[in-house]
């Protein structure tokens, strides 16, 4: 069932002049009571002399109703349909009341068709054209030209019939005669002698070709119990370098044991070297930044120094202060022959040595690099200093090479 099913039954049906309004929802649920009443008025529509009961109360009402209608439409409008979606009464029902209303929804129109047709030419008979039925007027010739030959073709044989019913009479009385019909008879028993020798001989060659076949199947076979016999020896023989085999094997497994484990403890080693590099380019890079630091805070307490020892009254305070600064001095320069000493050492076998002190630390770590740096600003303090008092030059070499921040405290307590 369809939409469009539905709506074109409906429109059919008002237009074929139905009394009743019928609605698409009228076929959600069955709904016999209507289907009968449409069937009973569908076959009036198309026969008004029919006689069929219009009952439906009952089960075998409605079933002897069903088959009635079906059995009169299919033997007068040989329309055939499905009594059991008719007895449904729902949408599929609707399908099968479609072929009997399109049948007469189609005759109303061609009959319409043709009225209109006929009052067309009843109002242009004055304007016939000629033209349009040359065709027409050809096949009309033709066909009376036929039928003129075939009626005369008729006659000559009619004519002939007298004559031609005696002799059919005179052969069908006469008596058969014995030798005609044994000749027969055995033509027909050569052929089918023939036919049969010839099936036997079909026979015969599928019998043949099944003894071949048989025989081939009889080779395969034995071919097929040798090759596994053969198998069977050769899976139970045990081959000669089997034993080898398996010592080989052995041995190839403990080497790859030993194989792994010198890869592992490989890998591990190189993983220890490269951490300690590392560690060692960390020490190295830190070291180096200490001893720039170091070297740009001696750069500024030199800068300090030479612009405090520009003052007078300084100078008198740095000679009461040489004793104490000469033993300051002295220990200074142990130091940085002991640093110089460790870290060319150090440089030798690329190692990095350092002393659990805090302070010394510091001064044990400066490289060759800053030892040069700081001679080669104590050469300028001394070419800037020569215009001054000796007394002053020895006093800024004791507080340059006290690079303590203790000594430097001392110095600034004495000051």
């Known amino acids: 069932m369809s939409f469009r099913d539905l709506r074109n039954f409906t429109e059919m049906m008002r237009a074929l002049g139905y009394p009743r309004l019928i609605s698409m929802e009228n076929f959600h649920t ?3 009571m209507l289907v ?3 069937l009973l008025w569908l076959v009036k529509r198309y026969e008004p002399q029919t006689d069929i009961p219009p009952d439906v109360e009952t089960e075998q009402d409605r079933v002897f109703f069903i088959k009635a209608v079906a059995q009169f439409m299919a033997t007068k409008a040989h329309i055939k349909l499905n009594t059991k979606k008719l007895y449904q009464a729902d949408g599929y029902a609707v399908k099968e009341l479609l072929k009997i209303t399109s049948v007469l929804y189609g005759a109303m129109n061609t009959t319409g068709v043709e009225r209109a047709d006929l009052s067309e030419e009843d109002s242009s008979k004055f304007k016939f054209d000629l033209g349009s039925k040359i065709a027409d007027l050809k096949a009309a010739r033709q066909l009376a030209s036929e039928i003129t030959s075939k009626g005369a073709s008729l006659y000559d044989l009619l004519g002939k019939e007298v004559e031609l019913r005696e002799a059919r009479t005179e052969s ?3 008596p058969l005669e014995i030798n005609e019909a044994e000749k027969v008879m055995k033509i027909a028993i050569d052929c089918v002698l023939e036919q049969v020798q010839k099936t036997k001989d079909m026979l015969n060659n599928v019998a043949l070709d099944e003894a071949n076949l048989e025989a081939k199947i009889e080779k395969r076979k034995l071919e097929l119990e040798r090759s596994q016999k053969r198998l069977q020896t050769l899976q139970s023989v045990r081959p000669a370098f089997m034993d080898e085999y398996e010592k080989i094997e052995e041995q190839l497994q403990k080497q790859y044991s ?4 010198k890869f592992r403890n490989l890998t591990y080693m190189e993983q220890l070297l490269d951490d300690h590099r590392r560690t060692e380019q960390e020490m190295f890079e830190e070291t180096a930044n200490m001893l720039r630091l170091m070297q740009h805070r001696l750069k500024e307490e030199e800068q300090h120094l030479l612009k405090s020892g520009n003052n007078d009254d300084s ?3 740095i000679q009461e202060d040489v004793g104490s600064d000469s033993e300051v001095e002295d220990r200074q320069i142990m130091k940085q022959r002991t ?3 460790t870290l060319l050492q150090g ?5 990095i040595v350092g002393t659990m002190q805090g302070g010394d630390t510091e001064e044990d770590e400066d490289s060759g690099d800053s ?14 200093d020569m215009e001054d008092d000796s007394v002053e030059i020895a006093p800024s070499k004791s507080r340059h090479r006290a690079r303590k921040p203790e000594p430097l405290e001392e110095s600034d307590n004495d000051f």
């Open 347 to 351: 440089r030798a076998g690329a190692r």
């Open 258 to 261: 030993i194989y792994l484990e």
């Open 30 to 32: 069955p709904n016999f």
């Open 172 to 174: 069908i009385a006469r």
């Open 315 to 317: 100078n008198i305070e």
């Open 36 to 38: 009968s009443e449409v």
């Open 371 to 384: 030892e040069i740096d700081l001679d080669e600003d104590e050469e300028e303090e001394e070419d800037d």
């Open 339 to 341: 640093t110089t000493e």
